[in-house]
């Protein structure tokens, strides 16, 4: 039978910090450590049942794509850093392609950077770091993001890590698409009405989930772009005002 030794781990936690140091645990001591998350005990699933309700209804921090986060993602990884395996603020809900991708990336040793935002720790910034633009190719609208010259390092490191240039502009043909389907089916008069609808899509996305929620800024970006309203008022008889 595995023995924990809850006076060491109480020790540990309380000297947790992203940025410490690796140690080798002898290999009954790491399997102990580790068996405290994976065998799912009533205390860890009482703990872990906290931990998502924090995040009930909301969509995964690390992208904002789709609904409830489906997986708990380890800021240090289990398998380095198994003393951590049940630590609150080690934990974090997360959809499974961004903990896949994650990985056990924490930092990167030559530059000395964080690959990804500690939820629990970081600041997220409140300037606009993310643009998009929308192009209609073959009659059919897709959306380009990029990242602003002035972003952070920090910033940039979390885009590139999780592939979520690529991944926003993937889900945005689902967003353009419910648009469409929409408006076939309830009929907005005219082009600045249009406007209006996409801009208050755009404050709520913002007042929720910050400027650089990738919805909120595709909202925006829909109720602007000549080419995409042309494109609205070509194909589904919106009418111009």
Same mark, same amino acid.
């Given at each position: 039978?595995l023995?924990?030794?809850y006076?060491?781990?109480?020790s540990?936690?309380?000297n947790?910090?992203?940025?410490?140091?690796?140690?080798e645990?002898?290999a009954?001591?790491?399997? =102990?450590y580790?068996?405290l998350?994976? /065998?799912?005990?009533?205390s860890?699933? $009482?703990?872990?049942g906290k931990?998502? $309700?924090? %995040?009930? &209804?909301?969509?995964?921090?690390?992208?904002?794509?789709?609904?409830?986060?489906?997986?708990i993602?380890?800021i240090?990884?289990? $398998?380095?850093?198994?003393q951590?395996?049940? %630590?609150? !603020?080690?934990?974090?809900?997360?959809? +499974?392609?961004? *903990? &896949?991708r994650?990985? =056990?990336k924490?930092k990167n @040793?030559?530059?000395?950077e964080y690959y990804t935002?500690?939820?629990?720790?970081d600041?997220i910034? *409140? #300037?606009e770091?993310?643009?998009?633009?929308?192009?209609?190719i073959?009659?059919?609208?897709? +959306?380009?993001f990029?990242?602003s010259?002035? +972003? *952070?390092? @920090?910033?940039?490191?979390?885009i590139k890590t999780?592939?979520? @240039?690529?991944?926003? &502009? #993937?889900? &945005?043909?689902i967003?353009?698409?419910?648009? #469409?389907?929409?408006? /076939?089916?309830?009929?907005i008069?005219?082009i600045?009405?249009?406007r209006e $609808?996409?801009? /208050?899509?755009?404050?709520?996305?913002k007042e /929720?989930y910050?400027t650089n929620y990738?919805?909120?800024l595709?909202y #925006?970006?829909m109720? !602007?772009?000549k080419?995409?309203?042309?494109?609205?008022?070509?194909?589904?008889?919106?009418?111009?005002?």
């Amino acid at each position: 039978m595995l023995e924990i030794n809850y006076e060491k781990l109480t020790s540990l936690y309380e000297n947790y910090s992203r940025d410490i140091n690796f140690q080798e645990i002898p290999a009954v001591e790491k399997e =102990s450590y580790i068996s405290l998350y994976e /065998k799912k005990t009533k205390s860890t699933k $009482e703990l872990l049942g906290k931990i998502r $309700e924090n %995040f009930e &209804s909301e969509p995964c921090p690390y992208c904002g794509i789709g609904g409830v986060p489906d997986t708990i993602e380890h800021i240090l990884p289990k $398998e380095i850093y198994p003393q951590y395996s049940i %630590f609150s !603020k080690n934990l974090i809900p997360c959809c +499974a392609e961004c *903990n &896949s991708r994650k990985g =056990s990336k924490v930092k990167n @040793l030559e530059n000395n950077e964080y690959y990804t935002y500690n939820f629990y720790e970081d600041k997220i910034p *409140n #300037q606009e770091y993310l643009k998009v633009h929308i192009e209609i190719i073959s009659n059919v609208p897709k +959306a380009i993001f990029e990242i602003s010259e002035g +972003a *952070n390092t @920090l910033f940039k490191n979390h885009i590139k890590t999780l592939n979520l @240039l690529e991944r926003y &502009s #993937q889900n &945005s043909n689902i967003i353009f698409s419910e648009n #469409q389907t929409r408006f /076939k089916r309830y009929p907005i008069k005219n082009i600045d009405l249009f406007r209006e $609808e996409c801009n /208050k899509e755009y404050e709520v996305c913002k007042e /929720k989930y910050g400027t650089n929620y990738y919805k909120g800024l595709l909202y #925006q970006e829909m109720g !602007k772009s000549k080419e995409y309203l042309n494109y609205l008022f070509n194909n589904l008889n919106i009418q111009s005002k």
